[in-house]
């Protein structure tokens, strides 16, 4: 996992560093996690005559990638359930058997928990229902969770679970599926799935948790994935209890090797409130960022709360309210006052514009502990919503690669213009606002490089370009994923660039993609991931 670390200096050399400090230094210094000098290898040298010397192959060293918003502990317990994403299963029919012989091998009245599923990209003139999964077993609860979590598809025993009848009543800021008969179809959308999932405090969950050591095993081989791909640090965008209880434990354990931030899903708000924890606890390697909270739906289903009427996904005009504004309001000042940071999921422009005007609020109300909050995906804004986030110091944390991932079904939602205006990045910069690097994964791929490529050059795999004013140059995005990172979780100073006193995170990657074309810096290879100076990951 690691290179031995003694507590000499260590001298590292590479072809070209580009620190984001202004500089261009042949060699840093490293002792013990953090960085004490840049600059020329031989003064370096001189200045550290014992220091063991590290010559870093490869085109570029770079400040280490840091993922603002993505779903670690999700993605990792998915390596303990079904999966049924398009790459393990590329048909209904595949997806079928799947369960199926998972039903063969697990105990009645245990539950088959299966996630990844993909109708568009899996069965787009058909899907999973109530009915299917009622065929493959009704001696188990059956759950299969989208690829984005924001809906799931349910049998009957599963229902029966929650008390979900023909006569139930969607709760606010969700939808259940019904036939054309009005029966349950087993769809449960938003807070319809949410809300028995992550149950909150002092409530019964709907689907048992797994065993604490499992988690860990899963969280240590989803962690050297995210090392391969360059990350050394990231914010778990929704962690509950049992989840942060997860990464204690890896810690505790010496296995947690990349730096955690984490958003807590606000049902759980009110324990922390009482133990007056807040935004910043925790130290360098595990920090409790901010306070989670969902607004609307989903920017990729179809499913955000716009302004102006689409074709939603589920047949409404303008998306899903997720939550009663008031309540949020009174969420958003209790957090604010508390000396938290707000953290909010809200994708479309009359979402983001709702949750601005709670912000505001709150802030006219007093200054609370002067934290950055965020707007979680920020993805359809114009030039109104950006001059308030401004105002408002909040921080956009957008979709980086969205536009590469899931342009197409963009335009066909939310038309060409407001496609252009999604993830706007340059937008952003220029009106000066700090922006975090995200990828949402499991909704997007997690690979910073190619988000990198997909916010440089706006292109889809097949060449066609969505809002090319809002490119950014490859040092733009760089600093997106590192400094503007560090920022939006309230870390600047601490990483992000290669300077004295930041930590010593950092990147070996086999191409300049400052001098690539931006069509090509997807193809970038990682060669080695160093987080406080240590070696996590190697090709």
Request: aromatic content about 8%; charged content about 25%.
């Given at each position: 996992?690691?290179?031995?670390?003694?507590?000499?200096?260590?001298?590292?050399?590479?072809?070209?560093?580009?620190p984001?400090?202004?500089?261009?230094?042949?060699?840093?210094?490293?002792?013990?996690?953090?960085?004490?000098?840049?600059?020329?290898?031989?003064?370096?040298?001189?200045?550290?005559?014992?220091?063991?010397?590290?010559?870093l192959?490869?085109?570029?060293?770079?400040p280490?990638?840091?993922?603002?918003?993505?779903?670690?502990?999700?993605?990792?317990?998915?390596?303990?359930?079904l999966?049924?994403?398009?790459?393990?299963?590329?048909?209904?029919?595949?997806i079928?058997?799947?369960?199926?012989?998972?039903?063969?091998?697990?105990?009645?009245g245990?539950?088959?928990?299966?996630?990844g599923?993909?109708?568009?990209?899996?069965?787009?003139?058909?899907?999973?229902?109530?009915?299917?999964?009622?065929?493959?077993?009704?001696r188990h609860?059956?759950?299969?969770?989208?690829?984005?979590?924001?809906?799931a598809?349910?049998?009957?025993?599963?229902?029966?679970?929650?008390?979900?009848?023909?006569?139930?009543?969607?709760?606010?800021?969700?939808?259940?599926?019904?036939?054309?008969?009005?029966?349950?179809?087993?769809?449960?959308?938003?807070?319809?799935?949410l809300?028995?999932?992550?149950?909150?405090?002092?409530?019964?969950?709907?689907?048992?948790?797994?065993?604490?050591?499992?988690?860990?095993?899963?969280?240590v081989?989803?962690?050297?994935?995210?090392?391969?791909?360059?990350?050394?640090?990231?914010?778990?965008?929704?962690?509950?209890?049992?989840?942060?209880?997860?990464?204690?434990?890896?810690?505790?354990a010496?296995?947690?090797?990349?730096r955690?931030?984490?958003?807590?899903?606000s049902?759980?708000f009110?324990?922390?409130?009482?133990?007056?924890i807040?935004?910043?606890?925790g130290?360098?390697?595990?920090?409790?960022?901010g306070?989670?909270?969902?607004?609307?739906?989903?920017?990729?289903?179809?499913?955000?709360?716009?302004?102006?009427?689409?074709?939603?996904?589920t047949?409404?005009?303008n998306g899903?309210?997720?939550?009663?504004?008031?309540?949020?309001?009174?969420?958003?000042?209790?957090?604010?006052?508390?000396?938290?940071?707000?953290?909010?999921?809200?994708n479309?422009?009359?979402?983001?514009?709702?949750?601005?005007?709670?912000?505001?609020?709150?802030?006219?109300?007093?200054?609370?502990?002067?934290?950055?909050?965020?707007?979680?995906?920020?993805?359809?804004?114009?030039?109104?919503?950006?001059?308030?986030?401004?105002?408002?110091?909040?921080?956009?944390?957008?979709?980086?690669?969205?536009?590469?991932?899931?342009?197409d079904?963009?335009?066909?939602?939310?038309?060409?213009?407001?496609?252009?205006?999604?993830?706007?990045?340059?937008?952003?910069?220029?009106?000066?606002?700090?922006?975090?690097?995200?990828?949402?994964?499991?909704?997007t791929?997690?690979?910073?490089?190619?988000?990198?490529?997909?916010?440089?050059?706006?292109?889809?795999?097949?060449?066609?370009?969505?809002?090319?004013?809002?490119?950014?140059?490859?040092?733009?995005?760089?600093?997106?994923?590192?400094?503007?990172?560090a920022?939006?979780?309230?870390?600047?100073?601490?990483?992000?660039?290669?300077?004295?006193?930041?930590?010593?995170?950092?990147?070996?990657?086999?191409?300049?993609?400052?001098?690539?074309?931006?069509?090509?810096i997807?193809?970038?290879?990682?060669?080695?991931?160093?987080v406080?100076?240590?070696?996590?990951?190697s090709?």
């Open positions: 996992m690691t290179t031995d670390m003694d507590d000499r200096p260590r001298l590292f050399r590479a072809r070209r560093i580009e984001l400090s202004g500089t261009a230094p042949e060699a840093f210094l490293v002792l013990g996690d953090r960085f004490v000098a840049t600059g020329g290898f031989d003064d370096l040298r001189r200045r550290a005559p014992h220091a063991e010397v590290v010559d192959d490869g085109a570029l060293v770079v280490g990638f840091n993922d603002a918003h993505c779903h670690p502990t999700v993605t990792a317990e998915t390596r303990l359930r999966d049924v994403s398009p790459a393990a299963a590329g048909n209904l029919t595949d079928r058997r799947l369960l199926s012989d998972q039903a063969t091998r697990t105990a009645d245990d539950w088959i928990f299966a996630s599923y993909n109708p568009a990209r899996t069965s787009p003139d058909t899907r999973l229902d109530r009915a299917v999964l009622d065929g493959i077993s009704t609860p059956i759950a299969v969770v989208m690829f984005n979590w924001h809906a598809v349910v049998n009957t025993p599963a229902l029966d679970l929650i008390g979900l009848t023909d006569r139930s009543e969607a709760p606010f800021g969700g939808e259940i599926g019904k036939d054309p008969a009005g029966h349950l179809d087993g769809w449960l959308y938003e807070q319809a799935f809300d028995p999932y992550w149950a909150g405090s002092g409530r019964q969950p709907w689907i048992p948790d797994l065993s604490t050591d499992a988690l860990v095993d899963a969280l081989e989803e962690n050297t994935f995210l090392h391969s791909q360059g990350i050394t640090s990231y914010c778990d965008a929704i962690v509950t209890p049992r989840a942060w209880k997860t990464f204690q434990a890896a810690r505790e010496g296995r947690l090797t990349p955690v931030g984490m958003l807590l899903w049902t759980y009110d324990t922390v409130r009482e133990l007056g807040g935004a910043g606890f130290d360098e390697r595990l920090r409790f960022v306070v989670k909270t969902m607004y609307d739906g989903a920017l990729m289903s179809g499913t955000c709360l716009c302004s102006r009427p689409f074709p939603s996904a047949d409404g005009e899903i309210q997720l939550v009663d504004r008031a309540d949020f309001g009174d969420l958003v000042r209790d957090v604010h006052h508390a000396g938290g940071r707000i953290c909010v999921h809200a479309g422009d009359r979402a983001i514009a709702e949750v601005l005007d709670a912000v505001e609020a709150a802030q006219a109300q007093g200054p609370g502990a002067r934290l950055n909050h965020r707007i979680e995906h920020c993805s359809i804004v114009d030039e109104g919503l950006i001059a308030r986030i401004r105002d408002a110091g909040v921080t956009p944390v957008p979709f980086a690669g969205a536009i590469r991932q899931s342009g079904q963009l335009v066909r939602f939310y038309g060409p213009e407001r496609a252009a205006n999604t993830a706007a990045h340059r937008a952003f910069l220029d009106a000066g606002i700090t922006i975090g690097g995200s990828s949402d994964y499991p909704t791929p997690v690979a910073p490089l190619t988000a990198f490529q997909s916010m440089t050059s706006r292109a889809l795999p097949d060449g066609s370009v969505i809002g090319p004013e809002q490119r950014v140059t490859a040092r733009q995005a760089l600093e997106i994923y590192t400094v503007g990172s920022y939006a979780c309230g870390e600047a100073g601490l990483k992000g660039r290669i300077a004295p006193g930041q930590l010593a995170d950092f990147v070996v990657l086999d191409t300049d993609i400052l001098d690539a074309d931006p069509d090509t997807g193809r970038t290879h990682v060669l080695s991931t160093w406080g100076g240590r070696r996590v990951w090709a």
